[in-house]
């Protein structure tokens, strides 16, 4: 079941409706936006490709669609100092305890993006082996549909997220 | 040798061959396996020196209903036959090939992980792709596939083993 | 131990060492331990979701025992519930950076059930997406393993030129990755305008790409002494432990499918055999430039044979043939209109039968295949029962990276830590196809 974080704030697409949604929804001083450009500048992923879509991550974060223009070229190998986990792929019974132990590793403040069908929602395989939706151990920031999602796709996930970044409060 | 012609000298000592679709298979109990293997092996015509995968069907409304299926190869020249094996339902158990054949090792521990088919004298017969902790052997005809109900809106769809469609 | 700054800092106190067990008091000798770490599931470096249990002598691998599983989809489960048609696309996320050859030996061995061939143009079709599949796959190797080792250049390049392949997949297929272009029977649909004229030129482009990778790896020290002499997996054991593709050939076994058991018209192809003799992580790689050369080579002949071999690309045999006919339509693509007039007033047979193969697909009568191909990373086989229904009654994929990763203990044990990772990207194990 999808989980309500922010209620009220709903994400228009021209940056004038961004305005007027963060006007009516959440109250933000200066110093709360500029930590939110901050945080969403500078995106660390953490390495966490399982799949077929750990292949199109790759893809977006080489040379033709680049993930460093967006500041996320580089992945940290370890949780710890990553605040995006991109769960990309699917998620086995066996791994499902690893991906909480990396969730859980990982330092406030962070995000998800369940990449694919497979971490939204367990994807074509509704069997016993994979598990129906990454949002089941961690909760999720970002859904992005796709079997697996261009790299557009996923880059238009991690512009969609950058956006709610930029307008959340940063210390709730 | 063609198909026909390795299908006939198999037949000489196992006569339970059956040859379609370009393929031969020899039907073995239990108890001659591994002495068909080695023989199957050694034998100048044949030499099937290579296994290429161990895996097994569950056949539940037959008797055997477990039937292991060894793909076996020849390198040196290019002929393949497959070597089947019926196991009771009650008695799945059957020796391992793992000491002439280092290859199994693996095969035959994702086939009783998947079947619960015990291979007597393999090193270390243990899950290997499911949880060491699972319970059931899922790919066995009479366990469900798992899997949740689909919703979307408010329609809601019953995991595709119980759908009940074609 | 009180210091003023200008003294030296006394010795660390060999006392404790003994109280807490370090130390042995007799012979003044530190004892030796061993360490068991992990490596994995979730590591930068594994090349996916492979855990290694370790145990360590210091630098120096002793043992290791690789766990798998991680990635286990139950796709093989999941086939005995979905028609033959859909079955494919199953099938075809196993191993997902080489999806063409998991479509090719299913649709092989569907086919050799249903006691049909696919017309000529489409298996020169198959032939040319499988091979250039075979390049990107080692494209993603040699990407891949670059990366580990901290050659980040060869990680861009690799995919800069995956990318090119990427473009033609997206022309022909409509998807970059798990295509499911393949269908028992054919192919989907034949090469749209223009694919032809793509193709060429990614084929021009490619050799001085592929000969950049060899002036930037080929005589690097540093590639050289991170690769040269490690992992080395000698003939004898390679064919004990049933690995096949690049790591037999790296040891000199001449074994490859597409000469030894040819299928899909390969036999009229000509194209060399690449082998090596010293079987180490180097000769791995050096393999597998040259055969992204000779698929090159075959991919030529494909192009040529496609632009004098015209002709269906499906089965015309209704029973068989999926999906029903299509034919570009004013807005892009759709159902030809002649046929859906036909199903649609004209027969009520054609109407039922379009009805039964879009929610049945086809039947396939009784028995077993095992069908081969020569994936980039091995003898991929597909063992596919049937018991004469609409769905497949079991599928069992002998995955190549499977059967090849049992062989990273003894790649493994004697070398240090560091010599893991050239080991591990040398065999190219794909998880997908491991845990399936």
New interface residues.
């Given amino acids: 079941m999808p989980v309500e974080r922010y209620e009220g704030v709903r994400l228009g697409t021209t940056p004038e409706e961004i305005e007027e949604d963060v006007e009516r929804g959440v109250l933000l001083t200066t110093l709360d936006r500029a930590i939110g450009w901050a945080r969403k500048q500078s995106m660390w992923p953490a ?6 879509c ?3 991550m ?2 977006t974060g ?3 669609y680049d993930l460093s223009r967006w500041g996320m070229e580089i ?1 940290r ?1 370890s ?1 710890r100092q990553a605040d995006l986990l991109i769960v990309s ?2 998620v ?4 499902a305890p ?1 991906l909480r132990r ?1 969730y859980d590793q990982m330092p406030d403040p962070k995000w998800v993006i369940a990449m694919g069908v497979c971490a939204s929602a ?1 994807g ?7 598990i ?1 939706g990454v949002d089941t151990i961690v909760p999720v920031d970002i859904y992005t549909p796709g ?2 999602p ?1 790299p557009e796709m996923l880059m238009h996930g991690i512009l969609a997220l950058q956006k709610k970044v930029r307008t959340e409060e940063p210390f709730k | 040798m063609s198909v026909e012609e390795v299908a006939a000298a198999v037949a000489e000592r196992y006569p339970d061959v059956v040859v379609a679709r370009g393929e031969a298979t020899v039907v073995i109990a239990r108890d001659d396996l591994l002495e068909a293997l080695a023989w199957l092996r050694d034998e100048p015509r044949l030499r099937m020196d290579a296994l290429s995968s161990v895996t097994a069907t569950h056949w539940p409304e037959r008797d055997p209903a477990f039937w292991v299926d060894y793909e076996l190869r020849s390198m040196p020249s290019p002929q393949r036959l497959r070597v089947k094996v019926g196991l009771a339902a009650d008695d799945p158990s059957i020796p391992s090939v793992t000491g002439m054949f280092p290859t199994a090792n693996w095969h035959e521990r994702e086939t009783y992980d998947f079947y619960g088919i015990t291979f007597e004298g393999h090193p270390e017969l243990t899950r290997i792709e ?2 060491a902790d ?1 319970v059931g052997y ?1 790919l066995r005809k009479d ?6 109900p ?1 919703w979307y809106r408010d329609a809601k769809m019953p ?2 083993d119980q759908r009940g469609q074609a | 131990m009180r210091t003023t700054g200008h003294e030296p800092v006394a010795p660390f106190d060999p006392a404790g060492d003994v109280a807490s067990g370090f130390r042995d008091p007799a012979t003044g000798e530190y004892r030796q331990e061993t360490m068991i770490i992990n490596m994995g ?4 470096s594994t090349h ?2 492979l855990r290694l249990v370790l145990e360590l002598d210091g630098e120096t691998v002793i043992r290791c025992k690789p766990v798998i ?7 093989e ?2 086939t005995e519930y979905r028609t033959w048609v859909q079955g494919v ?2 099938v075809t ?1 196993a191993d ?2 080489a999806p063409f050859f998991n479509e090719l030996a299913y649709c092989l061995a569907v086919e050799r059930l249903m006691g049909v061939e696919a017309p000529e143009r489409a298996q020169i079709i198959r032939v040319l997406l499988c091979e250039l599949n075979r390049i990107t796959s080692h494209l ?1 190797a040699l ?2 393993g670059g990366l580990e080792l901290g050659a980040v250049s060869v ?2 390049y690799g ?2 030129e ?2 090119l392949i ?1 473009d033609i997949f997206e022309t022909i297929t409509g998807l ?3 295509h499911a272009y393949f269908r028992p029977g054919g192919v989907l649909m034949d090469l749209p305008e223009g694919a032809g004229r793509k193709i060429r030129d990614v084929l021009d482009v490619l050799p001085r790409r592929i000969d950049e990778y060899e002036t930037l790896l080929n005589d690097n020290p540093i590639w050289r002494e991170r690769n040269v002499g490690v992992a080395v997996l000698p003939a004898a054991r390679c064919l004990e432990l049933g690995v096949t593709g690049p790591v037999l050939r790296s040891a000199g076994v001449a074994a490859d499918l597409r000469k030894d058991m040819p299928y899909a018209g390969y036999e009229t192809y000509d194209f060399d055999v690449v082998t090596r003799a010293e079987g180490d992580a180097y000769a791995r790689y050096r393999v597998r430039i040259d055969e992204m050369r000779q698929s090159l080579r075959i991919a030529e002949q494909a192009l040529q044979r496609l632009l004098d071999v015209h002709g269906p690309v499906m089965i015309d045999d209704p029973k068989v043939g999926w999906p029903p006919k299509l034919s570009v339509g004013p807005d892009g693509i759709g159902n030809d209109p002649a046929y859906l007039e036909h199903i649609m007033e004209d027969s009520m047979e054609a109407l039922i039968h379009h009805f039964k193969m879009v929610t049945q697909g086809v039947d396939v009568p009784p028995g077993e295949v095992y069908a081969t191909v020569e994936a980039p990373r091995g003898e991929l086989g597909l063992f596919v029962v049937s018991d004469g229904g609409h769905r497949p009654y079991r599928v069992h994929m002998r995955d190549p990276s499977f059967v090849n990763l049992q062989a990273v203990p003894d790649v493994i044990e004697g070398y240090l830590i560091a010599d893991i990772i050239p080991a591990i990207a040398s065999l190219d194990p794909v ?2 196809g491991v ?1 399936r």
Wanted: glycine share 12%.
């Fill in positions: 390495t966490f490709g399982l799949a077929c750990a292949i199109e790759m893809a080489a040379g033709q992945f190998a949780p792929g699917r086995s019974q066996k791994m690893a990396i367990g074509m395989f509704t069997n016993y082996a994979v129906q079997c697996p261009r | 499911l949880p699972w899922p366990e469900p596939l798992g899997g949740v689909t995991p595709i | 599931p979730q590591h930068p996916g979701v599983g991680y990635l286990h989809t139950g796709i489960k999941n696309t199953y996320r997902y950076v993603v990407a891949t990680m861009l995919l800069r995956r990318e990427m970059r990755m798990n998880m997908g845990d």
